[in-house]
């Protein structure tokens, strides 16, 4: 191979490695009784730094989520989701399957945005696609897997702190089935 055949070789590859994505499929279980002693519960999360997944760095995730209703995803200022961090929990599914409900919590939970999901529900048998994306405070939610579409909430937070940790759970009676798309790196 001549060498701007091989220059032409070796940058087609970097190409196509720098947007090799990977799945992490995780099973959420029912947290019983232990939401109701402890409801909000970001330590009975799956945190996602476990997996590689860097929310300091990366500003959204994309995901497919087979739920009936209360699925909980939590940006937290702490990347092991200590209960006593700042953080905005992300309920999809809340109202019976029905909304997107954004909550931010200092001491005590405040909602602070809610909409209906745009298709009346969760979809309980089959994987719905989701995205979340954050940077300088701005908390957007949407349908699908593209970042910026099918927007359900777009809230700017007045006050608001680096996100270091994100993790993923499902309610009281609910078992939550999660496909999270992560971008690799080389």
Not at 129 to 142: D, E, F, H, L
Request: charged share 20%; with cysteine.
């Amino acid at each position: 191979m001549n060498k701007f055949a091989e220059r032409k070789y070796n940058s087609f590859f970097v190409d196509i490695s720098a947007s090799f994505v990977r799945e992490i499929w995780i099973h959420t279980p029912d947290t019983g009784d232990s939401v109701n002693l402890v409801p909000n519960a970001p330590e009975l999360s799956h945190p996602l730094n476990q997996y590689g997944f860097n929310a300091s760095q990366d500003y959204s995730i994309n995901f497919d989520l087979k739920v009936c209703r209360d699925a909980f995803v939590y940006l937290s200022a702490s990347p092991v989701m200590n209960k006593h961090a700042v953080l905005y929990e992300v309920c999809i599914g809340g109202n019976g399957g029905n909304r997107i409900l954004l909550r931010r919590n200092d001491a005590t939970f405040q909602d602070v945005a809610a909409n209906e999901l745009g298709d009346g529900s969760t979809q309980c048998g089959s994987f719905q696609p989701y995205w979340i994306s954050w940077q300088n405070g701005n908390i957007k939610i949407g349908k699908g897997l593209s970042v910026d579409n099918e927007v359900v909430i777009d809230w700017r937070d007045p006050n608001p702190f680096i996100i270091h940790g994100v993790g993923v759970r499902t309610g009281l009676g609910q078992i939550g089935q999660w496909i999270i798309h992560m971008k690799g790196k080389h």
